[in-house]
């Protein structure tokens, strides 16, 4: 009596686990928005100025066509910065729309080296990059996508 109840616990488990590998794997990726969002705090370059070794931006960034490709840079600090080709003065901000996946450098005043990576994934289409999608993003990010 005992075993056959936990043999049916298990099962239930078990049952539980592959619906949702399978809904994970089945289920297309979509995104309320497509902007990735970063922002450049008020007072990090005199931070900077003071010693402080402040990390405003992460050393990459990863986007994935299609959900999140568009990269979103907001200057609220007191001084311009630089990323790439672009000057964004206090207050500014700078939009990138991604359309090819592929690894970008980019030359960059907020980060403390001097360079960002920003990696841009293809789109998850066939269940099982959709399935590897959403666990590396669990496991990059904390948070299910």
Not at 109 to 134: E, K, N, Y
Request: with cysteine; proline share 6%; hydrophobic share 50%.
């Amino acid at each position: 009596m005992i075993a056959a109840r936990w043999v049916w616990l298990w099962g239930m488990a078990a049952a539980a686990v592959l619906a949702v590998i399978l809904w994970a794997a089945l289920t297309p990726v979509a995104a309320g928005s497509r902007d990735e969002i970063f922002e450049i705090l008020k007072g990090t370059w005199a931070r900077r100025m003071a010693g402080d070794k402040v990390e405003i931006l992460p050393q990459q960034i990863r986007l994935t066509l299609g959900v999140r490709d568009i990269l979103v840079l907001i200057n609220r600090d007191d001084v311009p910065q630089t990323f790439g080709p672009v000057l964004m003065m206090p207050g500014q901000s700078f939009r990138l729309p991604f359309g090819v996946a592929s690894h970008y450098q980019f030359a960059c005043t907020a980060h403390a080296s001097g360079q960002m990576t920003v990696i841009v994934d293809a789109t998850p289409a066939s269940p099982w990059t959709r399935l590897r999608w959403r666990v590396g993003t669990l496991l990059r990010s904390g948070r299910w996508p």
